[in-house]
């Protein structure tokens, strides 16, 4: 089992940066794919950004890309989310998720493990 904790939200005009992390508890931690996923009220959960067990392989939603980057460190049992030129549409609750598919899924309801999340708010 792992139990994921997200940090790092906050409050951030646009044009700015913010780094989340997702710190994990359990020695099988990295032998699970991570994704971010984001959410506002009243929306469905959308992929954001996702990443191997081996941190080989990442994936990016489109409007993501260029601007958002993945990344890993399975000796802090921790994955980060760079996050760079932010815009006011990026405000939403972050959350990481953890699964063990063979082929890193994009769809919420294939990950076993979710955070609690955490706010990050874009003011223009």
């Known amino acids: 089992q792992v139990q994921l904790v997200e940090s790092g939200g906050e409050l951030v005009q646009a044009g700015g940066s913010l780094r989340l992390s997702c710190a994990a508890s359990?020695?099988?931690?990295?032998?699970?794919?991570i994704a971010w996923f984001r959410q506002v009220p009243g929306n469905e959960r959308d992929f954001v950004a996702a990443?191997?067990?081996?941190?080989?392989?990442?994936y990016y939603a489109d409007s993501m890309k260029g601007r958002f980057t993945i990344s890993r460190d399975n000796a802090k049992n921790t994955v980060y989310l760079q996050m760079n030129s932010l815009k006011p549409e990026d405000t939403a609750v972050y959350y990481c998720?953890?699964?063990?598919?063979?082929?890193?899924?994009?769809?919420?309801?294939?990950?076993?493990?979710w955070g609690q999340g955490t706010q990050v708010t874009v003011s223009s």
């Open positions: 990443i191997s067990w081996s941190g080989s392989n990442t």
């Open positions: 359990g020695r099988t931690f990295r032998t699970y794919n």
């Open positions: 998720a953890a699964e063990r598919g063979v082929v890193i899924s994009t769809a919420p309801r294939t990950y076993d493990y």
